[in-house]
């Protein structure tokens, strides 16, 4: 049985951008272990083959299959064990009711009834904290915010002796009769015994009757964007994050920004292939490039114009990661923000500290936490670095490399 290396190791290893220099000589092949041989060029391997073949007895066999099952169901595999492609597959969202004003809904708009779970490490709950500040929803939906620590069990609940966690509604579940829950999987098996999913945030739960209404951010995000507004002052009623003179546009981007941008950095981060990687974060670096170009057509400030909508809550907690967390950690390296997009630099930064609802969500002791020591396949020591410094810059400074660009000109 012959067994030769993968076609991506090897055109990885001849790829241009990832090789320091040409091997300046080799023998044509060479043997390196009884019963392999390795060829070269001057490019590097060309190939690796193994003459022997591995004898696995019936038992090992059958033991490896009973783990690899059992390790497919761990919450912390972001890519199915024995999935050759390499790719991360987001799992749909499993609650998908809504609050609505039509006559005799579920669930009916009423002041106090709703609470959201939320991580501030996790980009898509962000979305549902931004919005509910933006359109001033505080007195009307209550939120707690879970650990930065994701564990085996998933997402846990602070203990009153965490002191490494600070963070507005950091707190053990608030929701009377959930006293008992450690995590939030109680919460979830408590209204769905069976549940067999990903125990992810945000969650918008009804207090009245004990539920999830809905565990799929952009639908909540859209829920609160409309369906208090008759309640609501009018400073708040009248922000329209999904105006219908725009609707075709917003989802016209969404549809780019999530697959490319706001998933696309799971993508490339949690690749099991090297071209499951390289694939990814290039549509991710291409993407970045088209909506630094938007901007730079547009104006902005935001990226319809002069209005913050949808697109903006979305896009921002992706941009606002980028640099402390994914440049190094999901290895989305090509460019930083600060140094490599200066209009979306600057949208960044115009959002983070002109708006109250962007600042005050932003949690950056829970996002680096999270993803440097929850993600153990992709940094196994759970070192947190410590740059960028400062995690997003002041409005009026720029890093050396872009100081230095902008007096040549």
């Known amino acids: 049985m012959n067994i030769r290396a993968p076609p991506s190791a090897l055109s ?7 090789a320091s220099r040409p091997i300046a000589s080799f023998p044509p092949s060479r043997p390196i272990l009884r019963g392999s041989t390795i060829s070269w060029d001057r490019k590097g391997i060309s190939s690796f083959v193994n003459t022997r073949r591995a004898i696995v007895p019936n038992s090992v066999a059958k033991k490896q299959t009973q783990q690899q099952i059992r390790m497919a169901s761990k919450i912390t595999d972001w890519v199915k064990p024995g999935d050759s492609s390499g790719e991360f597959k987001r799992q749909t969202s499993s609650f998908r009711n809504w609050i609505s004003k039509e006559p005799g809904a579920k669930f ?6 709703y ?8 980009p898509w709950a962000t979305r549902t904290l931004i919005v509910r500040k933006l359109k001033g929803l505080e007195d009307w939906i209550s939120f707690s915010s879970v650990h930065w620590l994701m564990g085996e069990k998933g997402w846990r609940f602070p203990t009153p002796e965490d002191t490494d ?12 009769g959930h006293e008992k829950y450690t995590h939030l999987r109680d919460l979830y098996f408590a209204v769905e015994p069976n549940y067999q999913g990903r125990f992810t945030v945000p969650v918008l739960f009804d207090k009245k009757t004990n539920t999830i209404v809905n565990n799929e951010s952009s639908e909540i995000l859209r829920m609160l964007g409309h369906v208090f507004d008759d309640q609501l002052p009018e400073q708040y009623a009248k922000i329209d994050l999904y105006p219908e003179s725009l609707r075709p546009q917003i989802e016209e981007a969404h549809e780019w920004t999530y697959d490319k941008i706001n998933n696309g950095v799971y993508k490339s981060g949690f690749a ?7 694939r990814n974060v290039t549509a991710l670096f291409e993407a970045l490039d088209k909506a ?15 209005n913050i ?11 606002i990661r980028f640099d402390p967390v994914y440049v190094q950690h999901f290895k989305c ?23 109250p609802a962007f600042k005050d969500t932003t949690n950056f002791l829970h996002i680096k936490n999270h993803y440097t020591r929850s993600h153990t396949q992709i940094n196994p020591h759970s070192i947190t670095p410590l740059g960028p410094v400062p995690d997003i810059l002041p409005l009026d400074e720029e890093v050396e490399a872009v100081k230095a660009a902008l007096a040549k000109k």
Do not use: M
């Open 12 to 18: 990885r290893i001849r790829t241009p951008l990832l």
């Open 108 to 113: 009916p708009p009423e002041k106090g009834r």
């Open 333 to 355: 390296n090509v460019r930083d923000i600060r140094s490599g997009y200066p209009h979306l630099h600057k949208y960044t930064r115009n959002l983070y500290w002109n708006h």
């Open 272 to 278: 099991t292939t090297q071209a499951a990687y390289e």
């Open 165 to 176: 966690a600070a963070g507005e509604n950091v707190i053990p579940d608030p929701v009377p």
């Open 309 to 319: 909508t949808e697109v903006d809550v979305r896009l921002f907690p992706t941009l």
């Open 292 to 306: 630094e170009k938007h901007l730079a057509e547009s104006g902005g400030p935001y990226f319809f114009g002069d």
């Open 115 to 122: 609470h959201i779970y939320v991580s501030y490490a996790c």
